[in-house]
Nanobody, 124 residues
Framework: VQLQAFGGGLVQAGGSLRLSCAAS????????IGWYRRAPGKEREGVAC????????YHAEAVKGRFTASKEIAKNTAYLQMDSLRPEDTAVYYC??????????????????WGQGTEVTVSS
């Protein structure tokens, strides 16, 4: 299993970024993809998740209405569209998956396979 998140960068508050997660080594249409972040000095937290078939599932309260997780199965790529960014969204963002764990509408487990993160910095 290989995952690689990219697309991070520096953006002003109120701006948008779209993160991508390129996946290989497993059946992409059979596993959920989760997005997590670790802000400086904080614990890693689950941000958003998309189901195996591409339906947006869990989204953390802090990002609801601003972030949307999705995936294109034909491209083996998942996305995290981030709008109305805030300085508190500054973090390293990771994508992850698991062959035996799936996300639901109200929960997001800690997946077992992780990619390298991409850094997002939101300036005020």
């Amino acid at each position: 299993v290989q995952l690689q998140a990219f697309g991070g960068g520096l953006v002003q508050a109120g701006g948008s970024l779209r993160l991508s997660c390129a996946a290989s080594g497993f059946t992409f249409g059979s596993q959920s993809i989760g997005w997590y972040r670790r802000a400086p000095g904080k614990e890693r937290e689950g941000v958003a998740c998309v189901s195996a078939t591409g339906s947006p599932m869990y989204h953390a309260e802090a990002v609801k209405g601003r972030f949307t997780a999705s995936k294109e199965i034909a491209k083996n790529t998942a996305y995290l569209q981030m709008d109305s960014l805030r300085p508190e969204d500054t973090a390293v963002y990771y994508c992850a998956t698991d062959p035996v764990l799936w996300c639901g509408n109200t929960y997001m487990p800690k997946f077992g396979y992780w990619g390298q993160g991409t850094e997002v910095t939101v300036s005020s």
